[in-house]
């Protein structure tokens, strides 16, 4: 999954239990179970920009001032990704989380199915954090 799609995610799984800690624990686990969800992955910089400025946006315009427990929930589900990033900079960095290693599955679907999947979780994430 994109990268705003998991901080939405794990945004709203910590807001939804107003506990810092248990939206760590769960921002985490948010993250696995949507890789488990098959979905478009982008693999060059343009699009990766594109999704973390937006990511940011959404961060520091929504996500901060919901909360503490959005903002670690938040984190914790979209902490995983930075291995995948330091794995294009650095080519033998280890993928160590399960989706990303190969342990768990991650299944891809084609454009425009595997973007609207990511949108519509958004969205339904997005919603349980303001409403």
């Not at 910590?14 to 969800?37: E, R």
């Not at 959005?70 to 989380?97: C, H, M, S, T, Y």
Request: aromatic share 8%; proline share 8%; glycine share 10%.
């Amino acid at each position: 999954m994109y990268y705003t799609t998991h901080l939405l995610a794990g945004a709203a799984v910590g807001h939804l239990t107003g506990n810092p800690i248990m939206a760590g624990v769960l921002g985490l686990v948010s993250h696995a179970c949507l890789d488990a969800v098959p979905h478009h992955d982008y693999h060059n910089l343009k699009p990766g920009l594109v999704d973390c400025t937006l990511g940011t946006a959404l961060w520091f315009g929504v996500l901060l001032p919901v909360g503490l427990p959005a903002a670690v929930g938040a984190i914790a589900g979209a902490i995983p990704d930075l291995e995948v990033v330091l794995k294009q900079v650095f080519r033998n960095w280890p993928q160590i989380f399960p989706s990303h290693s190969g342990l768990s599955p991650h299944r891809r679907l084609k454009l425009p199915w595997g973007i609207l999947v990511q949108a519509f979780t958004s969205v339904i994430s997005l919603a349980l954090i303001l409403l």
